[in-house]
């Protein structure tokens, strides 16, 4: 499978759909029990606290995950995506209210390379904090 965006329809500038993921306390237990970190920091609240933390924090691999899908719902190829990074910048917190946190994210097209790539830069949000500095993906498009 190969990206369904064709390099020449690609524009810097070009934005991608951006979208907004729910992050519940259930979700934190759920990619717990997929990855293997279980650090107490991600489903303890009292735990949390006492290592100065707001409350429990989302797994920040969880958090990039879904920053990418952003991109790779864009290019309707998740194998499209050749190198991908991010700094963490800010925790998303995650209270258990009910409602627990929404990571909003947006992107768009930063650069035109060699090879019939693009350089995506991702902009990702939540509690109106940044919380992923410098997301970038590369992405080989059709």
Not at 6 to 31: I, M
């Amino acid at each position: 499978m190969t990206a369904k965006i064709a390099y020449d329809e690609v524009e810097v500038g070009t934005e991608l759909p951006a979208q907004s993921f729910p992050v519940t306390r259930a979700t934190l237990v759920r990619y717990a029990g997929a990855s293997g970190d279980f650090n107490p920091i991600h489903w303890n609240e009292k735990f949390a606290k006492e290592v100065g933390l707001p409350d429990v924090i989302a797994h920040g691999m969880f958090t990039m995950a879904e920053a990418i899908r952003v991109v790779t719902d864009w290019t309707g190829d998740p194998a499209a995506v050749v190198e991908y990074g991010v700094r963490f910048t800010k925790p998303v917190v995650v209270p258990n209210d009910g409602r627990g946190a929404v990571v909003e994210v947006s992107a768009k097209v930063a650069a035109k390379l060699d090879d019939r790539r693009v350089r995506v830069d991702l902009l990702a949000m939540s509690a109106g904090q940044k919380v992923l500095g410098m997301s970038r993906a590369v992405v080989q498009l059709g």
